[in-house]
Each structure stands twice: as structure tokens, then as C-alpha cells.
């Protein structure tokens, strides 16, 4: 059965609370700049010493973050994203290897969020593998 790539995906996935209790455990973040408020724009404001990005998955707003994520880490602030595995990228290979701590999670994830129905979901594995990538 093929996919429906006409369905309305979004963008707005939370992170399990178990992962970032753990990342936070490690890294005592201070600041978010992808919470999920429609109406704040991480991209443009400064972000703390200590952050925590789950970013939309959508590659443009991914891409920007990733390059954010970087600029900020030249001013002295971590910044740990969770992201997709996508190791044939250009940023990827740019930005992210050579400049970057990676590490990969063993399983997928299981995101909550609206699925493509509507329904608020808390067990809904992402279509991809995903790593940790460490900004310091």
C-alpha cells in the first residue's frame, strides 16, 4: 500500500519527556528555542548558554536551525538537537560532521503529537532514525 503524500504532516512533534529528562539530566539546559507555540520564532531571537532544540523536521526550518544551532555554539553556547538521521546531506557534511558530537539512538523514537487526523498520539515512531548532535 503506498503512502498518501498528500496528507497534511506536521511539524510540530514534541519530544518524549524520558529523552529529555535524560539529555537535561546531562547538559542543564536553560533554554528552548522550538517549544511549541506557533507564535515564537526561535530563528530570530538569541538563544541561551544552554539549549535544547527539537526542530521542525521540515527540510528549510531543519536547515535553519542546524545553521543557528552553530552560529550560537561560536558564541560559546551548546546547543544539543535532536534530529533525524540523515547522514547523504550537504548539511550533514558541512555543518554537522565536521563540527559536531554525534550520537545515534538505537530505535525510533516515539513522538507525541497530532497525527495526520488530528488525533493526539503519544506513540507514534518517527520516519526515521534519529541522532543526537552536540554543538559545544
Same mark, same amino acid.
Given at each position: ?9 506536521? =511539524? ?12 537535561? /539530566? ?10 511549541? +507555540?506557533?507564535?515564537? =520564532?526561535?530563528?530570530?531571537? #538569541?538563544?541561551?548558554?544552554? /539549549? ?5 523536521? #521540515?527540510?528549510?526550518?531543519? *536547515? $535553519? +536551525?542546524?545553521?543557528? $544551532?552553530?552560529?550560537? #555554539? ?13 547522514? #547523504?546531506?550537504?548539511? +550533514? ?6 563540527? $559536531?558530537?554525534?550520537? +545515534? ?13 488530528? *488525533? ?17
Amino acid at each position: 500500500m503506498m503512502k498518501n503524500r498528500n496528507l497534511e504532516h506536521k =511539524d510540530d512533534w514534541r519530544t518524549p519527556k524520558y529523552l529529555y529528562e535524560e539529555l537535561n /539530566n546531562e547538559f542543564n539546559f536553560t533554554f528552548d528555542p522550538c517549544p511549541i +507555540f506557533p507564535e515564537f =520564532d526561535g530563528l530570530t531571537v #538569541s538563544w541561551g548558554k544552554r /539549549n535544547f532544540i527539537n526542530p521542525p523536521y #521540515s527540510r528549510k526550518l531543519k *536547515e $535553519a +536551525f542546524i545553521r543557528k $544551532a552553530y552560529e550560537e #555554539s561560536k558564541k560559546r553556547n551548546l546547543c544539543v538537537m535532536l534530529l533525524p538521521v540523515s547522514t #547523504s546531506t550537504k548539511i +550533514f557534511h558541512e555543518i554537522i560532521y565536521p563540527n $559536531a558530537k554525534i550520537r +545515534f539512538l538505537k530505535g525510533r523514537i516515539k513522538f507525541l503529537g497530532h497525527n495526520t487526523k488530528g *488525533e493526539w498520539v503519544t506513540n507514534n515512531c518517527g520516519m526515521h532514525d534519529s541522532m543526537i548532535v552536540i554543538f559545544d
